[in-house]
């Protein structure tokens, strides 16, 4: 299963800037390219993020939101087991 969260991350050019945060339980190369293109076929290009992070979920307790969270700075990185 992928879980997505998409923020607004400050910018200096644009103000905001457009960032998905995803738990995906497979990453490779050009995922983040190929996530982006996917977005702008279904929406608006302006609507696409302009970058994505990836997030663990080694527990499964870590949501995107949560982990958006933490990409915005809102919350503090998970404890260590």
């Known amino acids: 299963m992928v879980l997505c969260a998409v923020?607004?991350?400050p910018d200096a050019a644009r103000g905001e800037a457009i960032t998905a945060v995803v738990v995906a339980p497979e990453r490779g190369d050009g995922?983040?390219?190929e996530l982006i293109d996917r977005v702008r076929?279904?929406?608006?290009?302006?609507m696409a993020p302009r970058a994505v992070h990836f997030a663990d979920d080694r527990d499964g307790k870590d949501h995107a939101a949560r982990s958006a969270a933490r990409v915005r700075g809102a919350l503090p990185p998970p404890s260590a087991p």
Do not use: D, M
């Open 7 to 9: 923020v607004g991350l």
């Open 31 to 33: 995922l983040e390219a």
């Open 41 to 46: 076929t279904h929406l608006s290009p302006h």
